[in-house]
């Protein structure tokens, strides 16, 4: 399954963006869905993610309490909501699903980029007044 990020664009320093996660195909067919972002002359970097069947969910340190993720069960869709942003934020915005099993994912493996597949194209976020 292909993933397509989309809803990026241009905001102001302390505005609000929405992000969208769909698969190409019928449905996720996953137990969870990661975002991920990456900066020019950056690694990919993890900003959170979310277990399709409890809703569970986990953030990075630097978007916690700002970046609330939320998935769609009837629509399937993830959404990735972003406050209060920051111009760090700016980055091209990927969502992706585990490659490993649930034991791996909770015990860590969901932070890492490496464990993830179902790549799509990113969506541009910038940050700037």
């Known amino acids: 399954v292909q993933l397509q990020a989309s809803g990026g664009g241009l905001v102001q320093p302390g505005g609000s963006l929405i992000l969208s996660c769909a698969p190409s195909?019928?449905?996720?067919?996953?137990?969870?869905v990661g975002w991920f972002r990456q900066a020019p002359g950056r690694e990919r970097e993890f900003v959170a993610t979310i277990n399709w069947d409890a809703g569970t969910t986990y953030y990075s340190d630097s978007v916690k309490g700002r970046f609330f993720i939320a998935r769609d069960i009837f629509k399937n869709i993830v959404y990735l909501q972003m406050n209060n942003m920051e111009p760090e934020d700016t980055a091209v915005y990927y969502c992706?699903?585990?490659?490993?099993?649930?034991?791996?994912?909770?015990?860590?493996?969901?932070?890492?980029?490496?464990?993830?597949?179902?790549w799509g194209q990113g969506t541009q976020v910038t940050v700037s007044s």
């Open positions: 195909g019928r449905g996720f067919n996953t137990y969870a």
């Open positions: 992706a699903t585990p490659m490993g099993d649930r034991l791996t994912y909770y015990s860590g493996g969901y932070s890492s980029s490496l464990r993830y597949d179902s």
